[in-house]
C-alpha cells in the first residue's frame, strides 16, 4: 500500500523559478492538505482540499498555489520561487478530519 | 482561533523512566485533541486522539494522554521509554465548532530518549 506519496523528495531552485510539488493518495480520501514545517515553527498549513474541484487558504498561503483536479492528486505549485520558501513540504490526505495520513515529505531550497 | 503550545523544545530521559511530553491548548468550545509523532525524514504518524469520553487515551506504542479541561491541557505520557521513542512529538487542536476541517498543530517537542 503506498498511501501518500509526495514527487519529489528533493529539489534545489533558483530565486524565481517556479516548480509543482505532487502530491498522490490511494486511500480515496476526501480531504487533502499542503503544511510546510520550518524549525522552530512546526506545521503550518498552506492550502487544503475538502474535496475533488476544491480549494482553501490555510495559514501561509501567499507564494503559493494549489489544484486538485483528481481526487487522488493534490499539487503544489510556486510561480516565483523566493528563499524563504525554503522548507520541508508536507502532504496529507484524510477520510475525514478525525486522523491525516502524511507523506515523507519534500525538502525544497532556494538558491 | 485555536492554539496549541508544547512549552518544552526538548525532552531529556532515561531508557525504562516514565515521560511526559506537554501540550496546552486554546480553542472555542469543546476540542478534538491528537498527538502524532515524526521520525527522522518522516512524515508525521498519528498516535492517538481525544475527541470526547474517558479522559485518558490510550494510543500507539504504549502511549497514552491525559485530558484536563480545567487546565486545557492534553499531556503524551509513557510508563517506561524505549531508546525507540526518540522523536519529534506534535500536539494539535480542531475545535468541535471549527467552521473548516483543519487541525492547528504545536511547534513539536524533540524526545530523547538514553540508554
Known amino acids: 500500500n503506498a498511501g501518500v506519496t509526495q514527487t519529489p523528495k528533493f529539489r534545489v531552485l533558483k530565486t524565481g523559478q517556479s516548480m509543482t510539488l505532487l502530491c498522490a493518495q490511494d486511500?480515496?480520501?476526501?480531504?487533502m492538505y499542503w503544511y510546510r514545517q520550518d524549525p522552530g515553527m512546526g506545521l503550518r498549513l498552506i492550502h487544503y482540499?475538502?474535496?475533488?474541484?476544491?480549494?482553501a487558504k490555510g495559514e501561509v498561503p501567499d507564494g503559493y498555489n494549489v489544484s486538485r483536479l483528481k481526487k487522488q492528486n493534490f499539487l503544489l505549485g510556486l510561480e516565483s520561487a523566493a528563499p524563504s520558501q525554503t522548507s520541508v513540504y508536507f502532504c496529507?490526505?484524510?477520510?475525514?478530519?478525525?486522523?491525516?495520513?502524511f507523506g515523507a515529505g519534500t525538502r525544497l531550497s532556494v538558491l | 482561533a485555536q492554539s496549541v503550545a508544547q512549552p518544552e523544545d526538548q525532552v531529556n530521559v532515561a531508557e525504562g523512566n516514565p515521560l511526559t511530553v506537554k501540550c496546552t491548548y486554546s480553542?472555542?468550545?469543546?476540542?478534538?485533541l491528537f498527538w502524532y509523532v515524526q521520525y527522522p525524514n518522516r512524515g508525521l504518524q498519528f498516535l492517538l486522539k481525544?475527541?470526547?469520553?474517558?479522559?485518558l487515551v490510550k494510543g500507539s506504542y504504549g502511549f497514552e494522554a491525559e485530558f484536563n479541561k480545567s487546565q486545557t491541557s492534553f499531556h503524551l505520557k509513557k510508563p517506561s521509554a524505549l531508546v525507540s521513542d526518540s522523536a519529534l512529538y506534535f500536539c494539535?487542536?480542531?475545535?468541535?465548532?471549527?467552521?473548516?476541517?483543519?487541525?492547528?498543530f504545536g511547534k513539536g517537542t524533540m524526545l530523547l530518549v538514553s540508554p
Open positions: 496529507a490526505s484524510s477520510p475525514d478530519w478525525w486522523v491525516q495520513y
Open positions: 486511500m480515496n480520501h476526501e480531504y
Open positions: 482540499s475538502v474535496g475533488e474541484g476544491t480549494t
Open positions: 480553542v472555542s468550545g469543546n476540542p478534538y
Open positions: 481525544y475527541i470526547t469520553g474517558d479522559n
Open positions: 494539535a487542536v480542531r475545535g468541535q465548532n471549527s467552521g473548516y476541517s483543519t487541525l492547528t
